[in-house]
């Protein structure tokens, strides 16, 4: 993208669920996407090129809301 993007930390759920979602588009529906290991989705957040976050200010409590964002950028989608 040419356009100049924001940072994204950990609070920004919403903008984190957008960008495994334009990442993956429909290849993980929505229990998929619960089931993806937190251990994944953790390195799959730390990919994402705008992510300021750090892996030590994860938590479960961050995987979690990024999970049910990403269904409802989904569902959103479909």
Do not use: C
Request: proline content about 3%; aromatic content about 16%; charged content about 25%.
């Amino acid at each position: 993208m040419s356009h100049f993007e924001l940072p994204i930390f950990w609070k920004d759920h919403e903008d984190i669920a957008m960008a495994l979602y334009e990442r993956f588009g429909n290849a993980f529906g929505e229990s998929q996407i619960y089931r993806i290991r937190f251990t994944e989705l953790l390195q799959w957040i730390l990919e994402i090129p705008n992510f300021k976050g750090t892996k030590e200010e994860s938590n479960e409590g961050h995987l979690e809301m990024i999970q049910s964002q990403w269904v409802y950028e989904w569902r959103d989608n479909q």
